[in-house]
């Protein structure tokens, strides 16, 4: 029955593009519960767990964390939330990410559609380098978010370009201001009824 599965939205998009901004946004407007990637696994990195210094090696590195991993930190954010409709934030970046999340999720969930922002890599990288002045983040300088960029588009696009051959991919221009961006993005979500 499809009123009891959960309803996905991947946001994919370069390092920067503008994800979890948007994300903030939709949450607020439809309702949905934000899940960023990339969040579950710094909250679990801090956590100090076992699987903790293994983490943070990938993602300074800019490498993709075992989708083993990502994927179990997803569903068990999704199942104890209680809720149904999910964005899910910077996930799947690549095949094994998706395969692993089929095979663990198998039917229970409907991928509604894939948001995808495109940005020119020269502005993304201005963006990160700015917010590194104040993030913290430990991939939020020159030499991570070179490696960010090189796996987006070797294992990143990949992922995307299967999404739009099963014609899932909706694309937004994110360069523009994030008012501009949004408007956009809240017409998809008033027109995909989800
Ligand atoms: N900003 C946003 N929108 C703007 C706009 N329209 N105009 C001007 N400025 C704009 O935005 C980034 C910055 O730009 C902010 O300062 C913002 O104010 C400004 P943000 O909304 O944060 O963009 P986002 O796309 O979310 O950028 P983020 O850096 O989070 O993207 P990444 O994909 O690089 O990071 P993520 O957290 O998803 O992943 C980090 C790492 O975790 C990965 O590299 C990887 O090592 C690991 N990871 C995995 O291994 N597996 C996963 O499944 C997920 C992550
Ligand atoms: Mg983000």
Known sequence: DVQQKFQVVFVLGGPGSGKGTQCTRVKEEFGYVHLSAGDLLRAERNSGSETAEMINSYIVEGKIVPAKVTVE???????????????????????????????????????????????PE?????????????????????????????????????VINEFRRMGKVRIVDSSLPPDVVYKKVRRLFKGANV
């Open 73 to 119: 930190l997803l569903k068990k954010a999704m199942e104890s939330s209680g809720k149904s409709k999910f964005l899910i934030d910077g996930f799947p970046r690549s095949k094994e990410n998706l395969d692993v999340f089929y095979e663990v999720m198998g039917d229970t969930f409907i991928l509604s559609m894939c948001l995808v922002f495109d940005c």
């Open 122 to 158: 020269e502005v993304l990288q201005e963006r990160l380098l700015n917010r590194g002045k104040t993030s913290g983040r430990s991939d939020d300088n020159l030499e991570s978010i070179k490696k960010r960029f090189k796996t987006f588009h070797g294992q990143s696009e990949p």
